[in-house]
């Protein structure tokens, strides 16, 4: 049951996207642009804890493909 984190920069279309902390993302934000979300047992409860600080987020193509919607 891992931690996840949001990038508190957007992508280029606005979307803020969810990592899970375990070293799994091959394109994981900079240390310093990752908020923590804490322990959720699935992506979608991650994704809805992102969505409360930022209104567009979304899971991250490579390490949250379950959530990843666009
Ligand atoms: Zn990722």
Known sequence: MPN???N???QP???HEVHVDDN???HPPLYVNRVPLGWHSNCQSAVAAAKQRY???DGCAYCVP???TR
């Open 4 to 6: 996840y984190y949001v």
């Open 8 to 10: 508190q920069n957007p």
């Open 13 to 15: 279309d606005g979307y």
């Open 24 to 26: 799994s993302c091959l």
């Open 55 to 57: 209104i567009l987020s």
């Open 66 to 68: 379950n959530c990843h």
